[in-house]
């Protein structure tokens, strides 16, 4: 009897124990999950892109008419004052003459030369009509006094008088137009020749700098033939620098004139302090690194610290900004890992005791660490971290390590 009993209850205490395995087996598990604290705190907000510096007025010299351009001999930094001879420009050297061409350009000489001496020969001719024209009309005048003669014959003398100071005009005016034409063919033909040295003759054109500063590039350093305004060299003031960084329009629409910006050149140097001077007015389409189209603008910095800080920046240089466009003493604020939308706003799930509840919070500017919490959190509350799909309201929670933000 003992025996059976004994067996019996052997089965049953292995019934409770294989019970209790599945029961432990299939109970749910604390999800681990990583917490973070509401803190309160001071709170900045900026806007972060890559800039470079550029001198504020760069004057660009280019060549005032085509030619040849004689090399340049001022090097990249080199100092300049208002006036100071920066390049040469002398007259291209025409195209080589053959022998068919250049003995047209020297009929066309002849033919002006002609044509200006026949203008001279009328010129004598209506000199010589007009002197008769006039004889004949003081003529037909002492006729007229006399009775002699009618008073239609001295209209007539007086008319043709006219008739022929007008052709001597005419006649000086051909001979005007014929010299030009003479001195137009010697121009051609002059143009088109060469000296014995392979040169167009004329007077070297020189070129001087309009301001004083250093060349801060040369485009055309050797001789070459150049077109009228092809850039020669470039000539500014490093000393008066500033920075143009472009950023998302959605980031412009909160930077203001006036604003704080840190520049940072790298290097180990210190952070500069800058101001924003300008928002430009118009944006631009650029493509990001991803093959993204995004709307950026240009933000012009100055420079608030002394030249000395900053004397080795250059023309060109890259610099990290930082352009603060929110900052706030005693803010509360939660990581934005924490943060997740729910409904049209946010929320977070906090930690109460070991379960995690749905907490929506109202939120106000944040940067890429933390946001500002308006409502809804408390400093001191324990938040998740990183809440993934199996983080729900009521949830068992398992903290597996804490964090702490600053921002």
């Known amino acids: 009897m003992d025996k059976v009993w004994l067996r019996r209850g052997s089965w049953m ?22 917490t973070a604290t509401v803190t309160r705190g001071p709170f900045r907000k900026t806007v972060d892109e890559d800039g470079k510096t550029r001198v504020r007025d760069r004057y660009v010299v280019s060549a005032p008419v085509p030619g040849r351009l004689l090399r340049v001999d001022l090097k990249a930094g080199a100092p300049v004052e208002p006036g100071t001879l920066v390049a040469r420009l002398a007259p291209a050297a025409p195209a080589p003459l053959d022998a068919r061409t250049e003995l047209e350009y020297r009929e066309r000489l002849g033919a002006a030369e002609a044509t200006r001496l026949r203008a001279a020969a009328s010129v004598e001719r209506a000199g010589v009509a007009l002197e008769q024209a006039t004889a004949e009309e003081v003529r037909a005048a002492k006729l007229a006094d006399q009775g002699f003669t009618s008073r239609q014959a001295l209209d007539n003398a007086q008319r043709e008088v006219e008739l022929k100071t007008k052709e001597l005009t005419a006649a000086q005016f051909d001979g005007h137009a014929a010299e030009h034409q003479v001195a137009m063919a010697r121009a051609a033909l002059i143009r088109y020749r060469q000296d014995a040295g392979g040169k167009a003759p004329g007077a ?5 700098s309009p301001v004083a500063g250093r060349v801060l590039r040369v485009a055309q350093e050797s001789e070459a033939v150049v077109a009228a305004g092809a850039a020669i060299l470039e000539v500014g003031d490093p000393r008066a620098l500033e920075v143009v960084v472009d950023v998302l329009t959605a980031d412009a629409a909160a930077i203001r004139p006036g604003t704080a910006v840190e520049l940072d050149h790298g290097g180990g140097a210190p952070i500069l302090a800058g101001r924003v001077r300008l928002v430009e007015p118009a944006a631009f389409t650029k493509i990001s690194a991803l093959g993204v189209e995004e709307q950026r603008v240009n933000v012009v910095i100055d420079f608030a610290a002394p030249t000395t800080a900053w004397g080795n920046l250059g023309d060109g240089h890259r610099v990290d900004t930082r352009i603060t466009v929110d900052t706030r003493d005693d803010a509360v604020r939660v990581p934005v890992s924490a943060l997740f939308r729910h409904g049209d706003g946010w929320a977070v799930f906090a930690v109460s005791g070991s379960r995690a509840r749905l907490q929506p919070v109202t939120t106000g500017p944040r940067n890429g ?11 001191g509350t324990q938040v998740v971290a990183y809440p993934g799909d199996a983080v729900a309201d009521g949830v068992q929670v398992k903290v597996r390590a804490k964090r702490s933000n600053e921002g």
């Open 13 to 34: 205490l292995a019934g409770v124990i294989a019970a209790g395995v599945l029961v432990w087996a299939f109970a749910p598990r604390p999800i681990e999950v990583e």
């Open 204 to 208: 070297v054109w020189e070129i001087r």
């Open 369 to 379: 660490v933390v946001a500002v919490v308006l409502g809804g959190l408390d400093p």
